[in-house]
């Protein structure tokens, strides 16, 4: 009777082990063996319907700012080292100065500052990479009135 047991305990924690180490604890089973130090993300594929609109995957969301270049190339080699370049990425230029940003961000982002994460971007490898041919210029800002009826509605 002891013997079964310690048979079934025994079981139960190769079980777990197995679930561990190869991602199977949550819904998504990614399957990265992080006992044997292997890097990853759950769904790192984009997947979309018939009318490329994503239904499934992970998009990282960059927001590049004026004199922050630097920090765009860091967070960029962390995301390859990290969890991969297979992870689909969205580099944004986009940024315009409102309310009170501090002086080193009372620009928009220059043409040069974007070119330069973006070419570390592929130069790091990222599969799947959206980004603006150019940075947006001050007439394609669009920013909400929010003492208007309709904040969002641009003419």
Known sequence: MHTQKIDRIEEALQH????ETECRLC??????NRSRGEKGFC???LICNDSDIAQKGLIIRHLILPAQSEDSLHLLEWMA???SSRVCLSLMSQYWPCFKA?????RT?????????LDRA????????FFQPDPFAPDEHRL????GENPFEWT
């Not at 777990?16 to 679930?19: G, T």
């Not at 220059?110 to 330069?116: A, H, K």
């Open 16 to 19: 777990l082990i197995k679930q």
């Open 43 to 45: 769904q790192p594929e």
């Open 109 to 117: 982002l220059g043409p040069v500052e974007y070119n330069q994460v």
């Open 81 to 83: 080292r990290t969890l």
């Open 144 to 147: 909400p009135d929010f003492n």
């Open 122 to 129: 592929f130069e790091l490898g990222f599969e799947t990479l």
């Open 27 to 32: 819904p998504r089973e990614c399957r990265v």
């Open 102 to 106: 501090p002086s080193s961000l009372q």
